[in-house]
């Protein structure tokens, strides 16, 4: 079953998510063929304790923004063309954000801890069979050591982005420590989250706190239906 996500865009039984279909795919207006990605839901026996192996619906939310264009306009957040950013995935789970981007010509690689590494591999053949080209790497919230690895393979980027991964049972802290890590300094880099809200304020407050003490800017809306309940954050550097 598809469900409409915005114009030219739908994705396969999004709200509500359909977690146990093994492939999903991702349409829009910009692409010639739909992205394909796997999933392994509760029903598989390679399913992800803590939900990282299946589909939810801030991604295609936040995918459809990126896709759509920073305020309708063409281009990524902070204005760049596509084919001039670098961009990484934090907490990517299937990958779908950040194969998107790569899917409208940035450079991309997708991260996300050990245990979630072998899907994005998986992911990262299906999507190199449809011609979009991403990098996989291991990032532990917070570890100096993967921090370093992806720095010297990659440099910094000019776009993060996450979705679903602002929650005050995670380890936040550490989350924005890697984000400020892999940054670049620039006055057109964005951090970009998205996320559902779970009755839980606490965890995007505390996040904030701690973009404003490392001299960060946000702004934030709701993205797509209000009923919802998924907003997105852009944070960007006061430089």
């Known amino acids: 079953m598809e469900v409409a996500d915005g114009p030219g865009c739908t ?6 998510c359909d977690q146990r279909a093994p492939l999903i795919e991702f349409h829009h207006a910009s692409f010639q063929r739909p992205l394909r990605l796997e999933q392994r839901g509760a029903t598989s026996e390679s399913f992800v304790q803590g939900t990282s192996s299946v589909l939810w619906p801030a991604a295609t ?6 896709c759509d264009g920073d305020d309708g306009r063409p281009g ?8 001039a950013l670098s961009v990484l995935e934090v ?8 194969a998107a981007c790569a899917a409208l010509g940035a450079k991309v ?16 053949e299906l999507l190199a069979a449809d011609s979009v080209n991403v990098e996989v790497c291991q990032l532990d919230w917070g570890s100096k050591s993967d921090e370093s690895a992806i720095l010297k393979e990659h440099g910094q980027f000019e776009l993060i982005v996450g979705s679903d991964i602002i929650l005050s049972s995670f380890d936040l802290d550490k989350l924005f420590s890697s984000c400020y890590a892999l940054l670049a300094r620039s006055p057109e880099a964005r951090l970009v989250l998205a996320f559902e809200f779970r009755e839980d304020w606490e965890g ?3 996040f904030i706190g701690w973009a404003e003490e490392a001299q960060m800017e946000v702004q934030h809306q709701e993205l797509g239906d209000p009923d919802d309940e998924i907003y997105l954050y852009i944070f960007r550097w006061i430089l």
């Open 204 to 206: 995007i407050s505390n």
């Open 61 to 66: 939310k936040l995918a459809t923004y990126l």
């Open 91 to 98: 907490g990517a789970g299937l990958g779908l954000v950040g």
């Open 11 to 16: 994705a396969k039984e999004i709200h509500g």
């Open 109 to 124: 690689v997708l991260t996300d801890c050990g245990v979630a590494v072998p899907l994005l591999k998986r992911n990262q």
């Open 76 to 83: 990524a957040p902070g204005g760049r063309p596509w084919a």
